[in-house]
């Protein structure tokens, strides 16, 4: 009987590792928040906790399987293929465990050469293109994948797309992991083809060469790193179908969606829209429901938001350009961006790429503050980033 090689259920060891993932990734305060209707108080300060928020399933799923993969093979190399999420503390702490991590060239490749077939392979929670899964699989080293199955219901539909021959059009930062992955599914079939969207402004360009017919020089140039290789503009956006980085916003994907629905109907008329155009609801209901409960919280009397997770997680960022528009908002990294004793704040601001540093950030007009935190970020950091505001303010911890 053939070896099996490839895992996507876990090995059965989650009573064996729920001790450590507590002890990890636990918040006592966290907890006791959400069970007094997410609403803490401390002298003259309030907090206010968005009612979805952190770990979402998938992420969950990941981390478990990641330390259930430790613990299974205590003798073998284990290796990650670039971040299980995005998320610094998580990924350290596999480090800390001997997970060896495969970093991600300039191009966006990974080498592989050091792996062999005796070597266990965590895929993350974003997955990994075709040909690197092809080329891992057929080594025959220990594969774990934990893909989210979110994820892999985007993939299904990419693939549909290109068995049918229909272009998938991708709202996603082409740069992004999962992104990348996605778009890599049309390879299963001859003549699959793809354009990565970032945003509505790249779409409404998009959209005016389907109406227009106009030239492609321009959009060759813009769209060079977004498609896929031998793209035709003319050819392959005839008959397209959307689809999404699970990460991004939602209300976006949406909107954009509808929009280039619009200019197939313009172009082919409303009769023919089924031969032109496919669209089918694939954003992670996680992401959905943050990004709904930041909604319902900013919409609330708060003096600021703090938005807690990785610099570059996507779906961290977009919690904070939602708050962003509402209210004063704080995106920060972990804890370590609020200094107690100087009492100001590293943060950045959600139109920008680059940390900035405020002084006397918590001053007497803050009075009650809105905390999130993206689908990557453990609750203990969040937990700490409220001990280190209320410790700013001289205020005692309660838990």
């Known amino acids: 009987m053939m070896e099996q090689t490839y895992f996507r259920k876990g090995f059965g060891l989650k009573q064996a590792i729920a001790d450590t993932l507590t002890e990890d990734y636990h918040s006592q305060l966290v907890d006791h928040i959400r069970n007094n209707e997410y609403e803490l108080t401390v002298g003259d300060l309030t907090f206010r906790l968005a009612k979805e928020f952190g770990f979402c399933y998938g992420v969950d799923r990941a981390v478990e399987y990641a330390y259930e993969t430790r613990r299974k093979f205590p003798d073998q190399p284990v290796y990650l293929i670039g971040e299980i999420i995005h998320n610094p503390h998580v990924n350290s702490k596999l480090q800390d465990m001997g997970v060896t991590v495969i970093r991600q060239h300039g191009d966006g490749s990974f080498d592989f050469s050091g792996i062999t077939r005796d070597d266990v392979v965590l895929i993350p929670a974003f997955g990994v293109k075709v040909e690197d ?17 979110s994820v892999l219901n985007v993939w299904k539909r990419v693939e549909r797309y290109a068995r049918d021959g229909f272009t998938a059009v991708v709202h996603g930062k082409y740069f992004h992991e999962e992104t990348k992955a996605t778009a890599s599914q049309v390879t299963k079939y001859e003549g699959g083809q793809y354009i990565i969207v970032r945003n509505m ?6 959209c005016r060469f389907i109406e227009d017919d106009g030239e492609t020089q321009a959009l060759e140039t813009q769209f060079e790193r977004q498609v896929s290789p031998g793209f035709k503009f003319r050819r392959d956006l005839v008959r397209v179908g959307i689809a999404n980085q699970t990460t991004m916003l939602a209300s976006e994907s949406l909107a954009i969606a509808n929009r280039i629905g619009k200019s197939m109907v313009a172009r082919y008329g409303s009769e023919n ?7 089918f609801d694939t954003i992670c209901s996680a992401t959905q429901e943050r990004q709904d409960a930041v909604v ?14 990785g610099y570059n997680s996507s779906n961290t960022n977009h919690l904070a350009k939602i708050c962003a528009k509402k209210r004063v ?38 009075r009650v503050i809105g905390i999130t935190a993206g689908a990557s970020t453990p609750n203990n950091k969040i937990g700490e980033a409220i001990e280190n505001i209320l ?8 838990i």
């Open 133 to 149: 899964f092809k080329y891992l699989h057929e080594l025959g080293c220990v594969l774990v994948d934990t893909t989210c199955g």
């Open 201 to 206: 402004a790249e779409a409404e360009v998009v």
């Open 273 to 279: 829209l089924a031969d032109h155009f496919r669209s």
């Open 296 to 309: 319902d919280l900013i919409d609330g009397d708060l003096d600021a938001m703090v938005v807690i997770g």
């Open 329 to 366: 908002t704080y995106h920060i990294s972990d804890a370590c961006c609020i200094d107690v004793e100087s009492g100001s704040i590293n943060y950045k601001p959600a139109d920008s790429t680059d940390e900035v540093k405020k002084a006397a950030w918590l001053d007497e007009s803050i």
């Open 391 to 398: 410790r700013s303010k001289g205020l005692p911890v309660p």
